[in-house]
């Protein structure tokens, strides 16, 4: 009841830090979405509490874990690159709340031996920032398609990529050299680390677009590809019951 | 060829019904490879132009600087390790503390000369040339990796010392590994006390010979095919038995034959498997002289001699012979090292490309509005 409780809570002060945003009420929605990060905490140690382990065993967990790194995302964004993208930031953790409500409560897990490992929480986190991030930059994508401020909505999504890209090859290559010890392989042709790749090949196609004039009617399809390539690399990979992978202990 | 790798990617094996691995892992696949490699080098190449020596110095900077922060991190957490495994307090934080000073101290030195040497375009051709290396070590791996999957008994006292190759060929491993010991623990399951026991029960009547073993808390006769029976032998689970020892005994009907052995430790356990661990002995030699190594293969912790690495893949576990069979896995990766050196190259180039860039995105020539977002 507590983890639907949170849960419930992130979701609206997400959703309210988003209005306030579109209104242009910076401050509002900055305290909103930190009552979103504060709730978000909350719901991290509620799970972590109930799964008596570290809570990334399930999807609902993961999705959980996403306000947590997008409430300080959005401040070091204003702070640090000057742009002020709370709204959608907010947007982005709202959308990740909605997803851990739809997803079923599984209330213990426990580490098989091939997650045992350091690189565990440092490849999950990497993926959960990424992932992240290149919702902002898709919501960021949609919205340059509209109303005022196109190319600074554009150049904004931009931002925001360079700043996911790292994690998301963190992600990937920390995943090879774990599975390196792990399965005896650096890559096995899994269906969720073909899905990887290919997410990550449609962000190094955006970088190598990015730089010519030519291509610029190219950038905005090129985000919503990619992130239609991390929507079937995070969900329809894991949820689809005919697929068989060798990573489906993270359904 | 971006469009034909999509297709490959795409139809080949990123979906379940048209999935093919076989054709990732095939010719196709690895062609693809070698064009992109190709092409990254060429990129490396371009980006690097007039700045080859900076660049070269750059990453030989990086190197240290990476073996630098590693060396504290790894011995430091291995006099950590000593210290908590009993070891004295002070060495163990004597140790930490040199490494940490001598490998942060070269990660200092080097990593000065790295942000010196190294501008974003620069980091991007370190990209791109680390992409090259990843590839170059699966085309290695791809022609000449060996791989073996071995099926060890635990505690038979055999040596595992030849292999024979997925591709059907005998290679010796240039070493000798036997498994002696297996252990099992198991989530929400407190290890008991004393080992339990594995009973095996051979009875006589009228001359037949018939063989049980107590599984779940009672006698499970097992099926003729298990006994075989010589003039004064009985052979059960590998072992072998004179008929003499099969004597009357003052609670059961019949002459019989008790066996009791120790389970291995967690094999019948319930609940979720918490940690499969294997201690095992390595026999090979060190500047010509013997040596015998003890270690524990684990799962995520493989065993390395001699450019082959042992990897514990699962078990199983025989109920009626009470044994412990493992599936291990012997590989032979010549190109591993380059394929994982470029990977963590290319976590750290890209790193230091996107979040120091200086580049802007190439503006939509159409576009002419206020930057408000």
């Not at chain 1, 874990?65 to 709370?86: E, H, K, N, S, W």
């Not at chain 2, 971006?2 to 094996?13: F, K, N, S, T």
């Amino acid at each position: 009841m507590m983890i639907y409780t949170l849960s419930i809570g992130s979701l609206l002060m997400a959703l309210a830090a988003c209005v306030l945003g579109c209104l242009r009420q910076t401050e509002f929605a900055r305290g909103m979405m930190a009552g979103c990060w504060v709730t978000a905490l909350a719901l991290l140690v509620a799970n972590g509490v109930q799964a008596a382990a570290l809570p990334f065993g399930n999807m609902r967990h993961v999705l959980c874990f996403f306000p947590l790194v997008l409430a300080p995302a959005a401040y070091y964004m204003q702070r640090c690159r000057g742009i002020d993208l709370t709204a959608f930031f907010a947007a982005a953790a709202a959308l990740s709340m909605v997803g851990a409500l739809c997803m079923p409560m599984q209330a213990s897990w426990r580490q098989m031996p091939a997650l045992q490992s350091p690189w565990f929480a440092p490849h999950v986190t990497s993926y959960v920032i990424a992932y992240g991030f290149l919702t902002v930059s898709a919501i960021l994508a949609v919205a340059s398609c509209f109303g005022s401020g196109k190319q600074a909505r554009l150049r904004a999504a931009d931002e925001v990529v360079m700043l996911a890209f790292p994690f998301l090859t963190f992600g990937l290559w920390s995943g090879a050299l774990w599975a390196d010890v792990a399965w005896a392989r650096y890559w096995a042709w899994d269906i969720k680390e073909a899905w990887a790749l290919i997410t990550w090949c449609v962000y190094l196609l955006y970088f190598h677009l990015r730089g010519y004039a030519s291509f610029a009617s190219w950038l905005r399809p090129l985000l919503l590809i990619g992130f239609v390539a991390v929507l079937i690399t995070f969900f329809v990979v894991n949820l689809l019951p005919s697929i068989q992978s060798i990573h489906s202990y993270a359904q | 060829m971006v469009l034909g790798a999509a297709c490959v990617l795409l139809l080949a094996g990123a979906f379940p019904i048209l999935g093919a691995p076989a054709v990732f892992r095939g010719g196709v696949m690895m062609l693809i490879g070698v064009v992109a490699a190709l092409l990254a080098l060429w990129g490396g190449w371009r980006l690097s132009a007039g700045k080859h020596a900076q660049f070269i110095f750059g990453l030989v900077s990086l190197y240290f600087t990476t073996s630098g922060l590693i060396t504290a991190w790894m011995y430091g957490c291995k006099a950590v390790e000593h210290a908590m495994l009993g070891g004295a307090m002070w060495f163990g934080a004597l140790a930490m503390a040199c490494t940490m000073v001598v490998g942060l101290l070269f990660a200092v030195i080097f990593g000065f000369f790295l942000l010196k040497l190294m501008s974003p375009r620069l980091w991007l051709a370190g990209v791109h040339w680390c992409c090259t290396l990843i590839v170059a070590g699966a085309v290695l791996d791809y022609c000449y990796e060996q791989n073996a999957y071995i099926h060890a008994t635990v505690g038979d006292g055999d040596k595992i010392d030849a292999v024979t190759t997925t591709a059907g060929e005998n290679h010796s491993l240039g070493f000798a590994l036997q498994v002696n010991d297996f252990k099992v623990t198991h989530y929400d399951a407190a290890a008991p006390a004393t080992p339990q026991q594995h009973h095996l029960l051979i009875t006589e009547q009228g001359g037949q010979y018939t063989a049980a073993v107590h599984m779940h808390g009672r006698w499970m006769p097992l099926p003729k095919g298990h006994l075989t029976e010589t003039e004064d032998t009985l052979q059960l689970a590998g072992r072998r038995f004179l008929k003499s020892e099969v004597k009357a005994h003052p609670t059961i009907a019949y002459p019989c034959l008790l066996v009791s052995s120790p389970m291995p430790q967690g094999v019948t356990g319930t609940g979720t498997v918490k940690e499969y661990s294997a201690a095992c002995t390595v026999f090979t030699d060190h500047r010509g002289r013997p040596e015998t190594r003890r270690e524990t293969l684990k799962v995520n912790a493989p065993i390395a001699c001699k450019d082959w690495h042992i990897y514990l893949l699962s078990y199983s576990y025989d109920p009626i012979c009470n044994q412990v069979t493992l599936v291990l896995q012997a590989r032979n990766a010549p190109g591993r090292w380059y394929a994982l050196a470029g990977m963590v190259g290319l976590i750290i180039c890209t790193a230091c490309w996107c979040w120091w860039r200086r580049e802007q995105i190439t503006p939509e020539p159409t576009d002419k509005e206020a930057p408000a977002v």
